[in-house]
């Protein structure tokens, strides 16, 4: 009987049980978000006191999607290989190689 590439984790998110069924090789990508949305959670429950949940996790969701778009934004390696393309275009130009 072959492996199962699917496997089902239970998680919590603030205080709310999750149960999901994910692949298996990205079970530790899971359980590290679900840790980074508790810690962000945490983060501004305790530093912005009595607000509702919903807003705590708007936040949060705001939080993450901002770090996530300067994470792209900084990792963007389109610039670069434009840049190569046309220096190589350049080179062969001077080579005489187009």
Do not use: C, W
């Not at 990508?29 to 949305?37: G, M, P, Q, S």
């Not at 429950?45 to 900084?74: H, K, P």
């Not at 393309?85 to 001077?94: C, D, K, P, S």
């Amino acid at each position: 009987m072959a492996v199962s590439d699917k496997i089902t984790i239970n998680l919590f998110i603030g205080s709310q049980p999750q149960q999901l069924t994910i692949p298996r090789e990205k079970e530790g990508y899971f359980r590290r978000a679900a840790e980074l949305i508790n810690d962000r959670f945490n983060k501004y429950r305790q530093g912005f006191q009595n607000q509702s949940t919903d807003r705590y996790n708007a936040v949060v969701m705001l939080d993450i999607a901002v770090r996530y778009l300067q994470q792209q934004e900084e990792h963007d390696t389109k610039p670069f290989a434009e840049s190569i393309a046309q220096l190589t275009n350049e080179i062969e130009e001077v080579l005489g190689e187009k």
